[in-house]
């Protein structure tokens, strides 16, 4: 049986360079499903499914469980969602370069400790295997990381303020030369990196996240070789500093995230100096409201986030919270609104988000598409409403 523009499994095989063994795998597995299974069980394949399948070679390649890699490939043929995969999976790639140099330094730096000294340092050998075993937290980290860039897409593109987040943020700071600067959970370096020519020539940086995914990517979009950054992974809750060190700490929409704001809060005042500022940004109650109803109104059991965070730290309450810690705190807001006629950002941003949303999503991904282009076909405006509190001891 010939079916214009399909493929057997014997074809598909011979045309990915795997066997049939391995597609039928696949298929059993629920990661890749033939197009069309014929009445008397033939499997047939499409191009669309011959570029999920170098999706899995790829993620295979790279170490990924069955599980991570049927997370990260996608399940229906649209462009634009192809795209933000392959994003992913070139990071992914990038990081692994890098993971792989500097297992090559520190192999030649025990064979020449060997060779001077005839003896191992195992604390170098044990540094070695601590990269090798980095490939187990490499899709989460980059997941998250892939998620922030989605978000800052959005507002970045389709804002109404001429100037954006991140310029009117270093703008409050009010930045001198010398300044010794910490930014407590810095993703990936957007602050810094949208903001370089301005910043004063000596100041030292030092940019903080729990992930090192996101340190990667804050290290490639800022570049390796400026002397005014130092990159760190720490958990904010523990900083590793001395004791009045720091003339400025930015926190940009950290604090809603953590299990103990106020331990972070007393870490934050005993390193800051004591003419320092703290900076920290947060948003109220009505920020991106109309996001939220757009899903509920597509399926209502769709929360986009797993608790409300302003209510952790908000707009409204973050000064009572801060004022602890500090005499002065005081609030900026940011005005802004986002204004969209281009579907897929917004379809980005809500897979992005940190709720359920996904497993009611992906599945039906192309009936929601479909439902967010009629939304936004007039256009669709997004109430922002985020801010920032400066803080002093």
Known sequence: MKLEGYYSSGQFARLANVSVRTIRFYDAKNILKPSYIAPSGARFYTDSDLARLQQILLLKYLGFSLDDIQKLTIKETD?????????????????????MEQVEQAIDSTIEEIRDSHEIDWSHMLH??????????????YQDASNINARIRLH????????????????????????KILELGCGNGALWYENIEKIPPNCHIILSDISSGMLSDARRNIGKDDPRFTFE????????????IFHLILANHLLFYLDETGHTLSQVCRTLLPDGTFVCSTYGRHHMREISELVTGFDRHITLSDEILYYKFGLENGKNILSEFFSSVECIQYEDAIEIHDPQPLIDYILSCHGNQNQYLLDRYRDFRNYVEKQTKKGFHITKEAGIFVCRP
């Not at 992974?233 to 009045?244: A, G, K, L, T």
């Open 156 to 179: 970045r593109n389709y804002s109404v303020n001429p100037q954006g987040w991140f310029p009117w943020i270093f703008q409050q700071c009010h930045i001198k030369d010398h300044a």
């Open 128 to 141: 070695l295997i601590h990269l090798t075993n980095r490939e187990n937290r490499l899709r989460r980290q």
């Open 233 to 244: 992974q720490f958990d904010c809750q523990d900083i590793p500093y001395d004791d009045h």
């Open 79 to 99: 462009l634009p969602l192809m795209v933000n995969s392959l994003r992913l999976q070139k990071k992914l790639i990038q990081d692994r370069i890098e993971q």
